[in-house]
């Protein structure tokens, strides 16, 4: 079965360096998500991409935050400047339709450890 | 704005049924349901869609009622590997817009 991959599943970094987290989203899926979830409580919406634009983030993603689909297969996060506050793992998420009423196919997770 | 998730966390012995409620204060479009192992990504379970038409897992039910704004997800039979932590996930928006998710119910199945 088709699944999302995600490189690497650990990155340490220290406090006001760039990350690049990736993904690589299932084939066919035109719908692209960041999700992040801090140790031990809820999964938070980040961002969505379709169609080689955002077209919904929260109020989590900030001027810090970006998001590219560099070539046909990669989606990555960029976090320009990291806080220790942005520990957490990080799910890139895909589907085949608009995320209301498609499932979505989450991958294993990057954990985004800054010190 | 998130739904709500009722209880947060219960304890079953294997065989029993358990209950998992998910409200949201706004009309729902639909309702999706996932288990979170530990450690682990987030799986797809069910999707409910307004109307009625539900797509998912063969062992686990849920409902949806729409006019409450409810949706419940029904465990039966427990076994060990129902074991986790059940997130509820509505439209962020309305209709069709990315999802957002309850804070989790945790589910302990012990033999």
């Known amino acids: 079965e088709p699944e999302v991959t995600q490189t690497p599943s650990h990155q340490v970094t220290q406090m006001g360096q760039e990350v690049i987290l990736r993904c690589v989203p299932i084939?066919?899926?035109?719908?692209f998500y960041w999700y992040r979830q801090i140790l031990g409580q809820k999964v938070e919406f980040l961002v969505s991409?379709?169609?080689?634009?955002?077209?919904?983030k929260s109020e989590i993603f900030d001027d810090q935050f970006s998001v590219e689909r560099p070539d046909g297969s990669n989606f990555t996060l960029k976090i320009r400047s990291t806080k220790l506050e942005d520990s957490a793992m990080y799910f890139c998420a895909s589907s085949d339709d608009k995320g209301a009423h498609s499932p979505l196919h989450f991958g294993n997770g990057t954990r985004l450890t800054v010190t | 704005q998130q739904p709500v998730q009722s209880p947060q966390a219960v304890i079953l012995r294997e065989g029993e049924d358990a209950v998992i409620n998910c409200s949201s204060s706004?009309?729902?479009?639909?309702v999706h349901w996932y288990r979170q192992k530990h450690g682990e990504a987030p799986v797809f379970l069910m999707i409910?869609?307004?109307?009625?038409e539900q797509k998912g897992h063969e062992k686990i039910s849920a409902s949806f009622n729409e006019k409450k704004q409810q949706s419940s997800l029904y465990l039966t039979a427990s076994q060990l590997s129902y074991s986790g932590t059940y997130f509820c996930?509505?439209?962020?928006?309305?209709?069709?817009?990315?999802?957002?998710f309850g804070k989790g119910t945790r589910l302990s199945v012990i033999a």
């Open positions: 084939s066919n899926h035109l719908y």
């Open positions: 991409f379709y169609n080689n634009e955002i077209s919904e």
């Open positions: 409910l869609l307004k109307g009625g």
């Open positions: 996930g509505t439209p962020r928006n309305s209709g069709n817009t990315p999802l957002v």
């Open positions: 706004k009309a729902l479009y639909s």
